[in-house]
Nanobody, 121 residues
Framework: QVQLVESGGGLVQPGGSLRLSCAASGSIFSINAMNWYRQAPGKQRELVAHITSGSSSTYADSVQGRFTISRDNAKNTVYLQMNSLKPEDTAVYYC???????????????WGQGTQVTVSS
């Protein structure tokens, strides 16, 4: 059994910052890629940031230069530092991870429950 638990969401004024965390726990052998997605009301879920097991990262154009994804492999945790936040960043943010639970087993995708980020004055 694997769980991903996000934290760090909340209400922030435009131009402010938030740091999201997502910790994976359970029967984990290895974690490959980790990602942050977001879904605003009435919109499709979109990929915000991606990080490989070797910490190479890519970003959606809309957050490039403002958001930074990082990971702590010892803690099975991925972070999303969000700076210069805009009202259009308001959404539920979800983390997901590609996890191998057995040494010789397949990988599976796991999702967190989501954390609300609201950017408003």
């Amino acid at each position: 059994q694997v769980q991903l638990v996000e934290s760090g969401g909340g209400l922030v004024q435009p131009g402010g910052s938030l740091r999201l965390s997502c910790a994976a726990s359970g029967s984990i052998f290895s974690i490959n890629a980790m990602n942050w997605y977001r879904q605003a009301p009435g919109k499709q879920r979109e990929l915000v940031a991606h990080i490989t097991s070797g910490s190479s990262s890519t970003y959606a154009d809309s957050v490039q230069g403002r958001f930074t994804i990082s990971r702590d492999n010892a803690k099975n945790t991925v972070y999303l530092q969000m700076n210069s936040l805009k009202p259009e960043d308001t959404a539920v943010y979800y983390c997901n991870a590609i996890i191998q639970t057995l040494r010789s087993g397949p990988t599976s995708m796991y999702w967190g429950q989501g954390t609300q980020v609201t950017v408003s004055s």
